[in-house]
């Protein structure tokens, strides 16, 4: 648990640096909004209106998966809410003798709110809810999970330096599909409902404009569910570049690479391009 004890303090320290509201009135004309950098898995502190599209592969033990969403479809009709769909599709290649298959996944949508937007002193922070649908075929591995996830996330701006951070806790509430006993003629196994830990800070660097260089730690520790990974913390690395082609859009790629033994993946790659309203 120390990589995700490093996050959360990392996200307490943003938190407890928030100014006070006599300094946060000042010098309010310095700037008009919060603009912190786009991040690769990192939840950001402010809501935005934008559409964005994400591609990822992985490769694992068991299976190669490719993952193409529309994973930000966001609308914030004020500066301190907005809404986020997610729609996934996953491809899943087994590397046994398996069938390789696809389909849409689990749908999310998440609203936040962020009380505390200071422009001045380029600090965020908010929380929200994601609501995960089970729209994904569960026989196929594909999904299949109703969960509810409470999050909270902190940003600050320093000049051309930025640090980011979240922290969520999900729970599936549906009932598991049961699989087959390991031992024949044994009854089926009903699995537990998951439910995991996650978090994450990325800290940002712009040496010029329009070019950001990321790096990210992301971690999960899964609480109840998958037993191979069971009350084992992941963290993974995750370096990547950022850049801004024209107004508007922005394109950043990374690569999450595992430090520990437990582990989803052997590396995931992730290509996301966006577009600002």
Do not use: C
Request: aromatic residues 8%.
């Amino acid at each position: 648990m120390g990589a995700t004890r490093i996050v959360v303090v990392g996200l307490a320290l943003l938190i407890l640096g928030l100014p006070s509201p006599a300094l946060a009135g000042e010098g309010n004309d310095k700037a008009e909004e919060v603009s912190l950098p786009a991040t690769l898995v990192t939840e950001g502190a402010t809501p935005a209106t934008e559409l964005e599209g994400t591609f990822a592969t992985s490769k694992s033990r068991t299976e190669r998966a490719y993952g193409f969403a529309l994973s930000s479809l966001q609308y914030a009709p004020v500066p301190s809410f907005g809404l986020k769909l997610a729609i996934p599709f996953a491809v899943r290649d087994p590397r046994d003798s398996e069938p390789t298959v696809g389909g849409i996944g689990d749908v999310s949508l998440m609203a936040k709110y962020a009380p505390v937007i200071l422009p001045a002193h380029q600090f965020a922070l908010s929380g929200g809810l994601k609501l995960t649908f089970p729209t994904g075929s569960e026989r196929r591995e594909l999904g299949g999970e109703l969960a509810v996830a409470p999050f909270l996330a902190a940003g600050k701006g320093f000049g051309p330096f930025s640090l980011q951070a979240d922290a969520a806790y999900s729970w599936q509430v549906n009932v598991p599909r049961s699989i087959e006993a390991e031992e024949e003629g044994e009854p089926r196994v009903r699995p537990d409902k998951a439910q995991s830990v996650t978090a994450n800070l990325t800290a940002t660097y712009s040496p010029v404009e329009r070019l950001g260089l990321i790096l990210e730690m992301n971690t999960v520790t899964v609480v109840k569910g998958d037993e191979e990974l069971k009350e084992r913390t992941q963290v993974y690395l995750t370096p990547g570049v950022s850049v801004e082609p024209a107004q508007g859009w922005n394109l950043r790629a990374g690569v999450q690479l595992p430090v520990t033994s437990a582990k989803e993946f052997d590396y995931n790659v992730i290509v996301i391009l966006t577009k600002g309203f």
